[in-house]
């Protein structure tokens, strides 16, 4: 599973597959990424990893990895939860 975490001066942001959570003195707010493009535009404006040099059928496959693993995690988390 990818992850990536990044502190500043008021909180933490954190990636861990599709998931970014940001943590900070108001509390915990959570999104889950669901485009490539959103996933990618993560990593770069928040994370300053912008993987411009990385060619497009590499980006795109390790998109699919992420979110692959992500629906995966998912529905093992739903399950877990189901009667």
């Known amino acids: 599973m990818l992850q990536a975490q990044l502190r500043d001066a008021t ?3 954190m990636l861990r597959g599709c998931v970014l959570r940001r943590i900070d003195a108001a509390g915990t707010s ?6 490539a493009d959103d996933w990618y535009d993560v990593l770069a404006e928040v994370f ?9 059928p590499e980006r795109a496959a390790l998109w699919h990895r992420v979110y692959r693993a992500h629906q995966e995690w998912e529905a093992t988390a ?3 939860t189901t009667p």
């Open 11 to 13: 909180g933490v942001d």
């Open 30 to 35: 959570e999104r889950t990424l669901d485009s």
């Open 48 to 56: 300053h990893l912008d993987l411009a040099d990385v060619e497009a």
């Open 78 to 80: 739903q399950r877990a």
